[in-house]
């Protein structure tokens, strides 16, 4: 067996073993938090959560020809996490939730809290989908390339899926959140490591003074494309990007489960405005890869820009090759766990009437639910085809139609207070009716970027529910 296969498998040893050694002593419910987590964990955890395998792959892609278009829109995300932190983190903290979605629960009552938190169920596992089989082919790819059984085949990519899906199963089955934030602590720690040592290893092949003409010619936004059809123009990363983040961090599951495992609610603020610059510094890196590869290959067009990191991996020395391939491994199976915990922490928090007929215990009820929700993510995965044109972008578009709607009913309850259920229902129903009519409409030939999806679903919830509640 090559190094760098057994780069790989020790890795994937390493990681389950560590992650539920430090999730020890857990009681209870393994999908909720217990309040016990440190900031600076918790932080590395969300910029984890929100970086998958096609973060990794893609955004070096994208970067080739000096754009540094995600470093801009990672702008967006402070100013966004920034209000997350003092204005929508303290509505959950202070109430002692378990879900997100019980605070709407509380103003507008269960039947709205079910079904937004429905909407979040669907919405995870159609993007978690999209997100994993487009993963799985740099994966496999790479995997075979690395002295690991031939996986590029159809039979292939399904024995390796169903691989990685049982190694993650295991420990947040085992070790629940608490092992999914130290999982993805570790994995965060490791694409930097390996991103930084790539940006290390180009500038030693390339000339001298090839790293300031880059950063020279960088350009943080995009421009040149008709209004609202691009996602990296200033205006979009900067307003389309904050309201986008207020939905994904802060109404999400996904992330509202994390800062409510933190200690105290400073703390939580601190994790999510740190945050924001731990996931510039990736975008950065990631992008300056893609910049120096492109100086590199003296600026050939590539056919395929996905694939333009995965082939300089290849050029690596076996060990890092390993390192870098169990790198991509991990923001698959960060992905992964981080999508079943908080699906099922969002069952366990918004539909235990339903679930009180099985008379199990809370932890054996959350572990068989995290595995109902392992075999649908597989399952819906298999229905997707290599013909998305752009998966991120087409992952990023599924969940922006489930941000809109569920900010808008986030924001009516917050903004106003004699709102009733019925303007909460019209909110998120205008909202979905709005987003569903945008996904016909193009400007010149382009459709609307995703960043703008948010802001027009969430406006629209909003001014049904105020209309309803003023004339209803």
């Known amino acids: 067996m090559s190094i760098t296969a057994l780069v790989i498998l020790a890795y994937l040893v390493f990681l389950p073993t560590v992650s539920l050694a430090l999730s020890r002593g857990q009681r209870g419910d393994p999908s909720q938090a217990h309040h016990d987590l440190p900031a600076w964990a918790i932080g590395l955890s969300i910029v984890a959560t929100e970086t998958s395998t096609l973060t990794v792959v893609s955004i070096p892609g994208v970067a080739y020809g000096n754009s540094f278009v995600f470093v801009g829109l990672a702008l967006g995300y402070l100013l966004g996490r920034i209000i997350v932190a003092f204005r929508f983190l303290p509505l959950f903290r202070d109430r002692n939730m378990a879900s997100a979605y019980q605070y ?4 507008f009552g269960h039947g709205v809290q ?25 994966v496999a790819a790479l995997c075979a390339a690395s002295g690991l059984p031939d996986l590029n085949s159809p039979i292939g990519h399904i024995a390796l899926l169903a691989a990685i899906m049982a190694l993650t199963l295991s420990y947040t089955m085992l070790g629940g959140l608490k092992a999914v934030i130290w999982s993805d602590s570790i994995q965060l720690v490791l694409y930097l490591v390996g991103a930084f040592t790539c940006i290390a290893i180009l500038l030693h092949r390339l000339e001298p003074g090839t790293l300031s003409h880059t950063l020279q010619n960088a350009h943080l936004f995009s421009s040149g494309k008709p209004p609202f059809t ?71 067009p590539l056919a395929t820009p996905d694939q333009l990191f995965p082939d300089f991996i290849l050029t690596l020395p076996p060990a890092l090759r390993g390192l870098l391939v169990a790198g991509i491994l991990a923001a698959t199976m960060g992905s992964l766990s981080s999508a079943m915990n908080a699906m099922t922490g969002a069952v366990m928090g918004d539909f235990k009437p339903f679930l009180r007929r099985f008379e199990l215990s809370d932890r054996a009820l959350s572990q068989r639910i995290t595995a109902f929700w392992a075999v649908a993510l597989i399952l819906a995965t298999l229905f997707f085809s290599s013909g998305i044109h752009s998966a991120v972008l087409f992952a990023f578009s599924i969940t922006s139609y489930c941000y ?34 945008l996904a016909d409409v193009s400007i010149q030939g382009h459709a609307i970027a995703f960043s703008w999806l948010t802001p027009a679903g969430a406006l629209a919830g909003l001014a049904a529910g105020m209309a309803v509640e003023r004339f209803g």
Not at 104 to 107: A, E, H
Not at 114 to 138: D, H, N, Q, Y
Not at 283 to 292: C, D, K, Q, T, W
């Open 404 to 437: 809109g709607a569920v900010l808008g009913v986030f924001l009516l309850a917050m903004l106003r207070s004699r709102a009733k259920p019925r303007c909460a229902y019209a909110a998120f129903a205008a909202a979905l009716a709005t987003l569903g009519i």
């Open 114 to 138: 079910r079904v937004v938190s429905a909407s979040f169920l669907v919405t995870r596992l159609l993007a978690e989908s999209v997100r994993l089989f487009a993963g799985m082919l740099p």
């Open 230 to 300: 691009s996602p990296f123009t200033i205006t979009a990363a900067i307003i389309g990007g904050t309201v986008m983040t207020l939905a994904s961090h802060g109404t999400d599951q996904l992330m509202i489960q994390r800062c409510l495992a933190a200690r105290t609610l400073r703390g939580a603020q601190a994790a999510m405005i740190g945050s924001a610059f731990l996931v510039g510094l990736l975008f950065a890196a990631l992008s300056l890869v893609g910049a120096l590869l492109y100086a590199q290959h003296h600026g050939a």
């Open 104 to 107: 709407l629960g509380q103003r």
